[in-house]
């Protein structure tokens, strides 16, 4: 008898996931999270995000498979010779970007983002940011509806539809990208160095107060926010040859 293949499936809280989960289950067995060789996440991009931050300490390599709405980090799903197509694919490390804030109440925050690190207006009023990097001030006053500090996987999400630039995975620089500036006018954003420290210090913070997330974790009212990339960090993902993420993200470039 054949022993079980070293995966794990875990699927997202929606109807196409689960159908999934049980069939794949079915066919191939299902290891323990901590006993597998491989966690197979089914869903969407969320879903993956949600995968990487829980199973991080585990440092297992992850191959997820598209069963939700948006897959960009997610192989296609196909359920056919599945061990044979983890077994070949193509591996990339992550290094998520960390996030210590600072809030009107003296509270101290840390989290990790695979994607970015986003500051957003929490009302009506334009937030106002003083903006440095690696302890020099580049804009003393940025009048916006907030900014955000991308890595080269999530530059195809948020920070693009902020009409940041796309990152191919090598290029080893971060986005920092304004939401809605009004002020300075032509100010469009910046690559900077995977090694940079950006400190947001969020000017007129009661009045003007501001939000700080990373990827999925909120801390409201917050008055500094120092991001970096954590190298002590490591996340594996796994893609199939034909269509692994650096193709996708040189591919999303030319898309019409």
């Not at 359920?79 to 990339?92: C, S, T, W």
Request: glycine share 6%; proline share 6%.
């Amino acid at each position: 008898m054949a022993a079980k293949p070293k995966l794990a499936f875990i699927a997202a809280d929606v109807a196409k996931a689960q159908e999934a989960l049980k069939r794949l289950t079915t066919r191939y067995g299902c290891a323990a999270v901590d006993e597998a060789a491989v966690i197979v996440p089914l869903g969407g991009d969320g879903f993956m995000l949600e995968s990487l931050h829980r199973y991080k300490d585990l440092k297992k390599p992850i191959y997820g498979m598209q069963r939700g709405s948006i897959g960009f980090l997610m192989n296609e799903y196909r359920e056919q010779g599945l061990p044979k197509r983890v077994a070949a694919a193509q591996g990339f490390k992550l290094h998520p970007l960390r996030m210590r804030s600072r809030t009107l109440a003296g509270d101290v925050d840390q989290a990790l983002a695979i994607n970015e690190v986003s500051l957003l207006r929490e009302t009506r009023q334009a937030a106002k940011l003083r903006i440095e990097v690696d302890g020099v001030v580049r804009i003393a006053e940025l009048i916006c509806d907030g900014a955000l500090v991308a890595t080269p996987a999530g530059s195809t999400a948020y920070n693009l539809s902020a009409h940041g630039p796309i990152i191919p995975l090598g290029a080893g620089v971060l986005a920092l990208t304004p939401i809605c500036a009004f002020r300075p006018r032509r100010w469009r954003g910046a690559l900077l160095p995977h090694s940079a420290r950006v400190v947001f210090k969020i000017l007129e913070p009661e009045k003007r107060p501001v939000s700080a997330v990373a990827d999925y974790t909120e801390v409201r009212d917050v008055v500094e926010v120092d991001v970096v990339e954590d190298r002590r960090v490591s996340l594996t993902l796994l893609f199939d040859p034909e269509h692994n993420l650096e193709e996708r993200i040189l591919k999303e470039q030319f898309e019409p």
